[in-house]
């Protein structure tokens, strides 16, 4: 029994590399189960997936505000397509108040995070 005790908890996490992978093959309230505690631990790269399902309602029931406040959360923390999506769901009205302003910030952001051939390229 006590050795039970002494395995160290991170023997049950799931890698980033795993949560994308059920990501990519569609099983989202897997992914987003995968990814929240990642999110939580301030992964960018977790946050942007778990913003994006919240905003897209993928595997879990759409809430923009939440979904906008991982992604912000992961621009802090300098993953560039967060910033790209901010910046296109501002700049469009989609899911939260249009917004030329902040727009245009996310946007520069994006760029400013990502080397010039990537931005040219869509890097999505």
Do not use: H
Not at 26 to 52: K, R, S, T
Not at 89 to 94: I, T
Not at 105 to 110: D, Q
């Amino acid at each position: 029994m006590l050795a039970l005790l002494l395995i160290p908890a991170t023997s049950w996490a799931v890698s980033l590399q795993e949560a994308i992978a059920s990501f990519d093959r569609q099983e989202y309230p897997l992914a987003y189960q995968q990814l929240l505690p990642l999110a939580e631990q301030g992964n960018g790269e977790a946050q942007y997936y778990i913003g994006g399902m919240l905003v897209e309602g993928m595997g879990v029931s759409a809430d923009t505000n939440k979904g906008v406040y991982w992604l912000e959360q992961s621009v802090k923390n300098q993953y560039a397509l967060a910033a790209k999506m901010l910046g296109s769901m501002y700049l469009s009205g989609m899911g939260v108040p249009f917004d030329t302003l902040k727009g245009a910030e996310y946007t520069i952001m994006f760029e400013e995070m990502v080397p010039k051939e990537e931005a040219d390229s869509g890097c999505d």
